[in-house]
T-cell receptor, first 109, second 116 residues
């Protein structure tokens, strides 16, 4: 089975903290994605990457950055966490259909 | 720009009945892929079915089929013989071509409730 692993299932952080969400895939696929999911809004694309050190902005990149130093790892960074970034964050990798991690429910207080 | 529209926030169906979840899309590309995902209350995203824009036959996977009407730009999911375990959120998604560097975008989802 394909595995996409997100480092934390639940996370609570304080406003202003720098937050790292890690995602690791066990295949050698180029494309990796970060989404956030909010009720009534579906999944919105934050950033994606199609190769090491390559990144593309999605629909809502403000307040986020990403890092892809190795093909298997794609990190989402909240430079200064704010309460409006409280959400479910989903990482995915895809050659064709997306395989998702289990999600990280981040609460910023 | 790509866009996915799911107009049904919630659907209710009884066990063993068939149900259709609507999805329309907008793209200017000729080559694209359409996907459906299921998200149960546990939160995991489960891939259900894929349809390529050049596929002549409607995709089927077990009890799931995709009613693809290219001219109408619709890609409805049909679930035959609903089961209680089908209760979940369902997302339609699209990707322009399947090349590296293209994004997968999602609709807002439809919540399906199956009752006995």
């Amino acid at each position: 089975d394909v595995k996409v692993t997100q480092s934390s299932r639940y996370l609570v952080k304080r406003t202003g903290e720098k937050v790292f969400l890690e995602c690791v895939q066990d295949m050698d696929h180029e494309n990796m994605f970060w989404y956030r999911q909010d009720p009534g809004l579906g999944l919105r694309l934050i950033y994606f990457s199609y190769d090491v050190k390559m990144k593309e902005k999605g629909d809502i990149p403000e307040g986020y950055s990403v890092s892809r130093e190795k093909k298997e790892r794609f990190s989402l960074i909240l430079e200064s966490a704010s309460t409006n970034q409280t959400s479910m964050y989903l990482c995915a990798r895809l050659p064709r259909e997306a395989f998702f991690g289990q999600g990280t429910r981040l609460t910023v207080v | 720009a790509q866009k996915i529209t799911q107009t049904q926030p919630g659907m209710f169906v009884q066990e063993k009945e068939a149900v259709t979840l609507d999805c329309t899309y907008d793209t200017s590309d000729q080559s694209y892929g359409l996907f459906w995902y299921k998200q149960p209350s546990s939160g995991e995203m489960i891939f259900l079915i894929y349809q390529g824009s050049y596929d002549e036959q409607n995709a089927t996977e077990g009890r799931y089929s995709l009613n693809f009407q290219k001219a109408r730009k619709s890609a409805n999911l049909v679930i035959s013989a609903s089961q209680l375990g089908d209760s979940a959120m369902y997302f339609c998604a699209m990707r322009d071509s399947l090349l590296a560097g293209t994004a997968l975008i999602f609709g807002k989802g439809t919540t399906l409730s199956v009752s006995s």
